[in-house]
């Protein structure tokens, strides 16, 4: 069965500490990678896509990884702000223009 | 672009009642999903269509949920008769292929709750 876990489920850190997000999937032979943000009553929206030939991808603060042979995505936030508080999903899908298969999301509290 | 547009944006409605769930997606996307969310199962698919024609309806809880899309720029969720169960955030998105890798991009939801 093709799976997504997202370890911690939630995190507290102090403003200005630079933090990890994991995310791991069962079925290794993804089409690509995307990490949402999701904040309290809202939708979804894309921080950042992976394709699975790339390694990582980057904007602004926010770094993916992708370690496709052990199917492990993590997501870097640098310099963490308290406007980074939210839900970080991270889902994946197995063909091209398919659905995506989500995580459980993390939940992220950045304390001023 | 306005992204993908969802209404209402939330619902209340009794069990038993027809409830409709309408959805514009970007204009030029050529694939429309659409996902629940629930606290328990957190996001799942549901269907989605690629060039208004539906490719994976797995996720489709029974036959009381239906989904159309008549052209590339509307589809409708409905669900008769709704159920308590049923109560959720549902989700469209939308994508293309090309330069955009076909990246998905959602819309603001729509709350539904049946009592």
């Known amino acids: 069965k093709q799976e997504v876990t997202q370890i911690p489920a939630a995190l507290s850190v102090p403003e200005g500490e630079n933090l990890v997000l994991n995310c791991s999937f069962t079925?290794?032979?993804?089409?690509?990678l995307q990490w949402f943000r999701q904040d309290p009553g809202k939708g979804l929206t894309s921080l950042l896509l992976?394709?699975?030939?790339?390694r990582e991808q980057t904007s602004g603060r926010l770094n993916a990884s992708l370690d496709k042979s052990s199917g492990r995505s993590t997501l870097y936030i640098a310099a963490s702000q308290p406007g980074d508080s939210a839900t970080y999903l991270c889902?994946?899908?197995?063909?091209?223009?398919?659905?995506?298969?989500f995580g459980q999301g993390t939940e992220l509290s950045v304390k001023p | 672009d306005a992204g993908v547009i969802q209404s209402p944006r939330h619902e209340v409605t009794e069990m038993g009642q027809e409830v409709t769930l309408r959805c514009k997606p970007i204009?030029?996307?050529?694939?429309l999903f659409w996902y629940r969310q629930t606290m328990m199962r957190g996001l799942e698919l549901l269907i989605y269509?690629?060039?208004?024609?539906?490719?994976?309806d797995s996720g489709m809880p029974e036959d009381r949920f239906s989904a159309k899309m008549p052209n590339a720029s509307f589809s409708t969720l409905k669900i008769q008769p709704s159920e308590p169960r049923d109560s959720a955030v549902y989700f469209c998105?939308?994508?293309?292929?090309?330069?955009?890798?076909?990246?998905?991009?959602f819309g603001p939801g729509t709350r539904l709750t049946v009592t």
């Open positions: 269509f690629n060039n208004n024609v539906p490719i994976d």
């Open positions: 992976i394709q699975s030939s790339q």
């Open positions: 079925d290794s032979a993804i089409y690509n």
């Open positions: 204009s030029g996307h050529n694939s």
């Open positions: 998105a939308s994508s293309e292929g090309g330069i955009r890798l076909y990246e998905q991009y």
């Open positions: 889902a994946v899908s197995y063909n091209q223009g398919g659905k995506l298969i």
